[in-house]
């Protein structure tokens, strides 16, 4: 049988509809927020039809990113109190639905997403990640698909190359240069997307743009020089990691026939 594998970005789902919902005194809005987020799980499993699904959340702690930068993520919303003391029933309500969510101490939701998808890839799996987060791009490949529930649209590598000039082969470096305001990844001073999709199209990778900065002439060249450790701090922020030990089974996120078939 072919292993149809969907990985939810379960707080990138949770969070979307929460804010979408009408407001209300609590715990009424989060209880109709809970809801919604089910039944938006349910049209999602019933659009991809998976073998197997799970979702992830982040794990508690600091993370490796915020070690490495104590500003990553600084100035993003925090979690609503009430939302975040009502995750323990999203869960429960997931595992009605048949659906699994895990999560390791001290890790994001990103990379263990990342190093599932990779692994189900690697066994030639077909991986799809519902998220409408950008950073997933970068795994896009034929085995793994990235899917935006929320715009019903498939996000391939046609997608990728129209929103950032590059393929997702590039789009570490990419943000490595340009930075990424959403995750305040700093990126270089003064450069955005559009220079640092010309930088690569002209030197094909990050190590490749710092090594022609040697020879570049005007203020460019100077930020690329003065700022080349940032940038390459910068792309180890930008990269999902793919390699965890995890420590779990393909086959403890299997999906019984019956809620497969539950639209």
């Known amino acids: ?3 149809r594998f969907l990985i939810v970005d379960a707080l990138n789902l949770i969070r979307r ?18 809801n919604a ?19 992830v959340f982040d794990g508690e702690g600091p993370t490796w990113r915020d070690k490495l930068y104590a500003d990553y993520k600084a100035g993003r919303k925090p979690m609503p109190e009430a939302l975040r003391a009502a995750l323990s029933s999203y869960r429960k309500s997931f595992s009605e639905l048949g659906v699994a969510s895990v999560s390791k101490p001290a890790l994001e939701a990103d990379d263990v997403v990342a ?20 950073a997933y791009c970068q795994l896009i490949s034929d085995h793994i698909a990235l899917r935006d529930h929320f715009q019903k649209q498939d996000r391939d590598r046609g997608y990728v190359q129209k929103k950032f000039n590059v393929p997702p082969e590039q789009l570490v470096d990419l943000w490595a240069l340009a930075g990424s305001a959403s995750t ?3 990126g270089v001073p003064g450069i955005g997307l559009k220079t640092a999709a010309k930088l690569l199209h002209e030197h094909e990778s990050l190590s490749q743009v710092l090594e022609a900065a040697a020879n570049m002439s005007g203020k460019l060249g100077n930020t690329l020089r003065e700022n080349s450790d940032r940038a390459r701090m910068s792309r180890e922020l930008s990269h999902l990691r793919r390699d ?13 026939p019956p809620t497969r078939a539950d639209d």
Not at 20 to 34: C, F, I, L, N
Not at 117 to 129: D, Q, V
Request: aromatic letters at 2%.
């Open 115 to 134: 190093t599932l998808a990779t692994k189900a890839a690697e066994h030639e799996s077909e991986a799809i990640i519902l998220s409408t987060d950008h």
């Open 184 to 186: 305040h990844i700093p």
């Open 17 to 34: 509809v929460h804010a979408a919902t009408p407001e209300d005194k609590e715990p009424q809005h989060t209880e109709a927020a809970r």
């Open 37 to 55: 987020t089910v039944q938006s799980l349910k049209r999602a499993l019933g659009h991809a039809r998976p073998t197997h699904v799970v979702a």
């Open 244 to 256: 965890l030990e995890l420590g779990w089974n393909l086959k403890e996120f299997s999906l019984s």
């Open 1 to 3: 049988m072919a292993i």
